[in-house]
């Protein structure tokens, strides 16, 4: 990491020199200016490839401006005393209820587990009775990546927080 700064640094110097060449001695930058800057982009190379802090600062510019779509999926188990079968139509209500804005549709699979859908959101719930938990799972989720803090926050969060009340 240290060696990493050292190399950012100097190329950071190195770019104010030739920017001072390139204004002082234009002729002279025609002549090595293709190879000064190959050199300069190596070193900088160098530093993207060493600097994890680099890498990742130019990853989250890069996908800013790209703003690539991607599909993630979530899981979340809860363990508790206080899950039962009986829980489980509260969750269902809960969960329609926090899905409203998306016109949820039910699908039950069995007496412990059932599916919302929801425009973009697919909620599968499973309750196993043996080891006392509750699982929600959200799956093949649609975000861009300036979309991702949205989505967690406006979609998400709601939906386990109204679980979470559900089952403490």
Known sequence: MKNSS????????????????VFK?????????TLLLGWILFIMQIAYNR??????II?????YVVNPDTQW???IRYHSKNINTELLPL??????????????????????SFEIRADEL??????DEENNYLEVFFTKIPVSFRGS???IEQRIVPILEEIENKTN
Do not use: H
């Open 25 to 33: 001695y234009p002729n002279w930058f025609i002549a090595n200016g």
């Open 73 to 75: 999926d979530l899981s």
């Open 91 to 112: 969750v269902q209500n809960g969960l329609i209820k926090a899905a409203k804005i998306d016109r949820p549709t039910i699908r039950k699979y069995s007496l412990n």
């Open 51 to 56: 600097s994890e802090t680099l890498y990742w």
């Open 6 to 21: 050292y190399v950012l640094f100097g190329s950071l110097i190195a770019l104010v020199i030739l920017g001072c060449m």
């Open 59 to 63: 990853q989250k510019v890069k996908y």
């Open 149 to 151: 803090q949205r989505m």
């Open 122 to 127: 697919n909620i599968e719930v499973s309750f």
